[in-house]
């Protein structure tokens, strides 16, 4: 019966036998532990001490190379180190509406039930032949996203965003206004304070009722923080494999991949560029292709990854590498913010890889005519400004002048109640 399967799961669990090994050497960041050779596999887990676990990262005839979670102040030569098994976690529907930490753990203060079946944290993606193309428009509640920057279902894109320009804000409009069965979050090194602040605040009640919030603090190790967007493909996989239609949201990747560098520096891997070993690329690459459409017979996973840009480099790693991968990418641009428009979307470097599919030719009209006219008012803004631009001299110009404020007010618009409440606010704009 369903109401046994997390108890039978607790019990599948249980080990008759624990296999335990010894440490042997202590280094500044890893641990070698002797003893386990025969037993463990490499990426299983371990624990160390009393509320210290760990990953093995290597192997060979000396021993496991361990890295630890946590600190490691008064372990010494000797202490024994218990063998956990394989990285896995178990979701289950009850998850729903909870925020936990990166292994299944609860953060909220509640028991939470185990799912009947562990998963693994690396899957391969659904077979790209067999996969299905990608679905319809979704409502978003934001006039920009419904109309010049779609988003379908099973749609991947990026948001690319410095800190501080309305990111976690957006974020929070989209997990409440995209039509979707379940929103999976991850928060990957977050500052402590802003989990409540998300999930009481910008989530809100409504949101994280139908949302599965999984969270590694900027504090927490570096294992932690890479795998709470691993947990979160999990979990996500877990819901589209029922065939429902799951909503991701992966906030950064950008600190995903800061602690996978710490992790492969850890274990030996060379630095390349800017820091970031070669397997970086590979680690983004896998993560992104597990979202997206399911086969025949499974749901969806729409998903919107997060990048932080430091000084607005589109160019650095992990934003170049991201980019390529995706089905469009939302740049989010701090001067647009500053002069007060939410969402700060800088609409001429962003796109979306949905159109012209996603909208009727009509529709597809109206959005060049948009874009257009922003791209004259861009070439034009500063000889405006400065009183060198002369009226009459380009009617496109004029007319880019005159319907620059609407359009500008267009794409910070919300609260319509579908896409097609949104053009007809397109219209309007441009109609003058």
Not at 2 to 28: M, N, Y
Not at 146 to 168: C, D, E, H, W, Y
Not at 236 to 260: I, N, P, Y
Request: glycine residues 12%.
């Amino acid at each position: 019966m369903p109401v046994f399967d997390s108890l039978l799961a607790d019990l599948a669990e249980v080990r008759p036998v624990r296999h335990f090994g010894r440490v042997t050497e202590i280094h500044a960041a890893t641990v070698l532990a002797q003893g386990l050779s025969l037993r463990a596999r490499l990426g299983d887990r371990v624990q160390i001490a009393e509320g210290v676990g760990g990953e093995i990262l290597a192997m060979n005839r000396d021993g496991a190379e361990i890295l630890p979670d946590a600190p490691l102040e008064g372990l010494a030569i000797g202490h024994p180190v218990e063998h956990l098994g394989a990285n896995t976690v178990a979701p289950d529907t009850s998850w729903i509406g909870r925020v936990i930490d990166p292994y299944g753990a609860p953060l909220d203060g509640r028991a939470l039930a185990r799912g009947p079946i562990a998963r693994t944290l690396r899957t391969a993606p659904p077979p790209p032949a067999r996969r299905k193309r990608l679905g319809g428009r979704l409502s978003t509640g934001l006039d920009a996203f419904n109309t010049m920057l779609p988003l379908v279902r099973g749609q991947r894109i990026g948001l690319f965003a410095g800190s501080g320009v309305g990111k976690t804000m957006l974020l929070g409009q989209l997990a409440r206004g995209i039509d979707a069965d379940v929103v999976v979050l991850a928060l990957v090194g977050e500052r402590g304070r802003e989990l409540r602040d998300f999930t009481e605040g910008v989530l809100g009640p409504e949101g994280l009722a139908r949302s599965v919030v999984v969270s590694a603090t900027s504090d927490q190790s570096p294992l932690a923080r890479r795998r709470a967007a691993l947990t979160a493909m999990a979990v996500a996989e877990h819901f589209r494999d029922q065939g429902q239609h799951v909503l991701l949201l992966c906030d950064s990747v950008t600190r995903f991949a800061e602690a996978h560098r710490e992790i492969a520096l850890a274990a030996g891997e060379a630095p390349s560029l800017r820091g970031f070993p070669p397997s970086t690329a590979h680690q983004i690459m896998a993560m992104a292709e597990r979202a997206g459409p399911g086969v025949d017979g499974q749901g969806d996973i729409t998903a919107v990854f997060t990048v932080l840009v430091a000084g607005s480099d589109m160019d650095e790693p992990v934003a170049d590498i991201l980019r390529g991968v995706l089905d469009g990418h939302v740049i989010l641009d701090r001067a647009i913010a500053e002069r007060g428009r939410f969402p700060a979307i800088d609409l001429m470097r962003s796109v979306s890889r949905s159109l012209p599919a996603a909208a009727n030719p009509s529709e597809n009209a109206q959005i060049a005519e948009a874009r257009r006219l922003i791209g004259a008012w861009e070439r034009a803004e500063m000889m405006v400004q400065a009183g060198l631009y002369s009226q009459g001299s380009d009617p496109l110009t004029d007319r880019a002048i005159r319907l620059f404020p609407k359009l500008d007010a267009f794409l910070g618009g919300s609260g319509a109640k579908s896409p097609g409440d949104s053009f007809q606010r397109l219209k309007k704009a441009l109609d003058g």
